[in-house]
Nanobody
């Protein structure tokens, strides 16, 4: 059984940095971060392979966000730099099954989800 738990959200000013952490229990494959702003659908942010060697980002966060994976601690991190008000959302950690090695930007392809953590960026 896979369980995911996010932490690290908060209220920051534009230009600040935050690091989100996802604690993972159980075996997983591709891990991803998604976000959902009020009144909008769940949006893909970034994903990383099981070995941490390959990553994928949505265009709006490239060069600002970094996804990484700590196998020893079984955590997935999302370092967010240069935050903008439009980054405000609930951020979710998500996982694909352990045999899945292909990236996907579709939320429907991730069967396991955390409860989400709020990130608010003020202007």
């Amino acid at each position: 059984q896979v369980q995911l738990a996010e932490s690290g959200g908060g209220l920051v000013q534009a230009g600040a940095s935050l690091e989100l952490s996802c604690s993972v229990s159980g075996r997983t494959g591709i891990m991803g971060w998604f976000r959902q702003a009020p009144g909008k659908g769940r949006e893909f942010v970034a994903a990383i392979t099981q070995d941490g060697q390959s990553t994928l980002y949505t265009d709006s966060v490239k060069g600002r966000f970094i996804i990484s994976r700590d196998g020893a601690k079984n955590t997935v991190l999302l370092q967010m730099n240069g935050l903008k008000p439009e980054d405000t959302a609930v951020y979710y950690c998500a996982a694909r099954g352990p045999r899945i090695t292909v990236f996907s930007r579709a939320a429907s392809q991730y069967p396991f989800w955390g409860q989400g953590t709020q990130v608010t960026v003020s202007s």
